[in-house]
């Protein structure tokens, strides 16, 4: 399968933000990852989901959503990590760049949030409804979201490790605000980073299948 890779910059407001553009021959859709809190669009985790979505004919969009100073005043607050609202509306002006732009075509968009990175998905595609067809949430932390949740009228998915107690509580929760909407599965013998092994392919399996039924036309 032939395929384009890239780094590109990508105007939000006043601030440039570097993302790394993966597209197959004829993509059937593309996924902009939105990573969890302290991490940047190189998370080997994220970087590993990302190429199964590819080999599924699956375009991806794998971008940082805080500048190099504003990541400086991060590692040393670790304040911006939790700012929902910001990192939420970095991720609508990505929507729209690749709406707009079209670098993958004409194809549906969907968002792939990891921790912090899933409530901030949640929140963008409130007001993003119309140009994302589906989201999948890897070990998420949807309670962040707050209001928006009842809000989400997009197919969501909300995969949590059987080991991670705390987070399948908080994602119970979440999946009771989303209704019918959501699905909420577990991956059998997973913490929260699906170190172990096999984890991380169960979770980048289920997605791609998450993601190519609900984007493919």
Same mark, same amino acid.
């Given at each position: 399968?032939?395929?384009?890779?890239?780094?590109?910059?990508? *105007?939000?407001?006043?601030?440039?933000?570097?993302?790394?553009?993966?597209? *197959?021959?004829?993509?059937?859709?593309?996924?902009?990852?939105?990573?969890?809190?302290?991490?940047?669009?190189?998370?080997?985790?994220?970087?590993?989901?990302?190429? %199964?979505?590819? #080999?599924?004919?699956?375009?991806?969009?794998?971008?940082?959503?805080?500048?190099?100073?504003? #990541?400086?005043?991060?590692?040393? %607050?670790?304040?911006?990590?939790?700012?929902?609202?910001?990192?939420?509306?970095?991720?609508?002006?990505?929507?729209?760049?690749?709406?707009? +732009?079209?670098?993958?075509?004409?194809?549906?968009?969907?968002?792939?949030?990891?921790?912090?990175?899933?409530?901030?998905?949640?929140?963008?595609?409130?007001?993003?409804?119309?140009?994302?067809?589906?989201?999948?949430?890897?070990?998420?932390?949807?309670?962040?979201?707050?209001?928006?949740?009842?809000?989400?009228?997009? *197919? %969501?998915?909300?995969?949590?490790?059987?080991?991670?107690? +705390?987070?399948?509580?908080?994602?119970?929760?979440?999946?009771?605000?989303?209704?019918?909407?959501?699905?909420?599965?577990?991956?059998?013998?997973?913490?929260?980073?699906? +170190?172990?092994?096999?984890?991380? +392919?169960?979770?980048?399996?289920?997605?791609?299948?998450?993601?190519? %039924?609900?984007?493919?036309?």
């Amino acid at each position: 399968m032939d395929e384009q890779r890239g780094t590109v910059t990508i *105007p939000i407001g006043d601030v440039q933000l570097p993302a790394d553009l993966t597209l *197959p021959a004829q993509p059937v859709g593309v996924v902009l990852f939105a990573h969890g809190s302290g991490s940047s669009r190189h998370s080997p985790r994220n970087v590993a989901v990302a190429r %199964t979505l590819n #080999d599924s004919g699956l375009g991806t969009v794998l971008a940082d959503l805080l500048t190099p100073a504003e #990541d400086e005043v991060d590692a040393r %607050t670790a304040e911006l990590r939790f700012d929902i609202g910001l990192l939420a509306s970095r991720l609508a002006g990505i929507v729209d760049w690749l709406a707009v +732009e079209r670098p993958a075509g004409d194809v549906p968009i969907g968002l792939f949030g990891a921790s912090t990175g899933a409530a901030a998905a949640l929140v963008a595609v409130t007001s993003r409804a119309d140009r994302v067809a589906a989201v999948v949430s890897r070990g998420g932390r949807p309670d962040l979201a707050g209001n928006a949740l009842a809000q989400v009228r997009t *197919p %969501t998915l909300l995969l949590v490790g059987g080991l991670d107690e +705390e987070v399948i509580t908080l994602n119970e929760r979440a999946l009771a605000e989303l209704g019918e909407v959501g699905e909420l599965r577990v991956i059998p013998g997973a913490t929260h980073l699906f +170190e172990e092994p096999g984890t991380l +392919e169960q979770v980048a399996d289920q997605a791609g299948a998450w993601f190519t %039924t609900h984007l493919s036309r």
